[in-house]
């Protein structure tokens, strides 16, 4: 059964760098195209950053390109979002997910069977 562990988040400054990390239990992880998600309070979830299996295929959202990197470890069933230079239109729980296309990094929630439980990410100005 895939369960989907994140870890990381919490609260920094604005300019400030923050890792996420997203294990996967199952070992058809590297099958798996995964992504990262987010979702603000009164607000729709929105696509941050998607990877193939292979890390062959990898999107990002326009609001996020050129400041966080998505990137994965097979050996290690860990997929990462290391997130940089921060600002506070990026608070929000972020959330990680996998779907069972290999070159499914898709912008799109629905298009998704597993997801993590939420981190959250809170940054001050």
């Known amino acids: 059964q895939v369960q989907l562990v994140q870890s990381g988040g919490g609260l920094v400054q604005a300019g400030a760098s923050l890792k996420l990390a997203c294990t996967d239990s199952?070992?058809?992880?590297?099958?798996?195209?995964m992504g990262w998600f987010r979702q603000a309070p009164g607000k729709e979830r929105e696509f941050v950053a998607a990877?193939?299996?292979?890390?062959?295929?990898?999107e990002y959202a326009n609001s996020v390109k050129g400041r966080f990197t998505i990137s994965r470890d097979n050996a290690k069933n860990v997929v990462y979002l290391q997130m940089s230079s921060l600002k506070p239109e990026d608070t929000a729980n972020y959330y990680c997910?996998?779907?069972?296309?290999?070159?499914?990094?898709?912008?799109?929630?629905?298009?998704?069977?597993?997801w993590g439980r939420g981190t959250q990410v809170t940054v001050s100005s």
């Open positions: 997910a996998g779907n069972n296309r290999p070159q499914g990094a898709s912008p799109i929630p629905s298009e998704y069977e597993y």
């Open positions: 199952d070992r058809t992880f590297s099958f798996r195209a």
């Open positions: 990877i193939s299996w292979n890390g062959g295929r990898i």
